[in-house]
């Protein structure tokens, strides 16, 4: 079964940091595009951010929203992927999900077929 866990969400006040982790297990993630979307009460589904497979050369996206403050990267060794969120402000309250394709990288949220379970992350005073 091919399962990615997510874990670091929380609660953060405006300008402070988060790092979201994204876990894989039964596939290699050095194979595999991993991308960050994000989904806020009655806002349609984000792409956040997207990194190319270990072993390829290919591009890093982010969403016009947060590049410039959001980073991704990933640790092949522990088979996870990482967002880092800094400069987070109200509007990054969201539920947000990482997921894994075996393509090339994208924010097209429907060319992934394996996601994490969602982990919220609320920006407030």
């Known amino acids: 079964q091919l399962q990615l866990v997510q874990s670091g969400g929380g609660l953060v006040q405006p300008g402070g940091s988060l790092r979201l982790s994204c876990a894989a297990s039964?596939?290699?993630?050095?194979?595999?595009?991993i991308a960050w979307f994000r989904q806020a009460p009655g806002k349609e589904r984000e792409g956040v951010s997207c990194i190319s497979p270990s072993i390829s050369d290919g591009p890093t996206f982010y969403g016009g929203s947060v590049e410039g403050r959001f980073a991704i990267s990933r640790d092949d060794a522990k088979n996870a992927v990482y967002l880092q969120m800094d400069r987070l402000k109200p509007g990054d309250t969201a539920v947000y999900y990482c997921?894994?394709?075996?393509?090339?990288?994208?924010?097209?949220?429907?060319?992934?077929?394996?996601w994490g379970q969602g982990t919220q992350v609320t920006v407030s005073a």
């Open positions: 039964g596939f290699a993630l050095d194979r595999h595009s």
């Open positions: 997921a894994a394709e075996i393509k090339w990288c994208s924010l097209d949220s429907s060319l992934f077929n394996t």
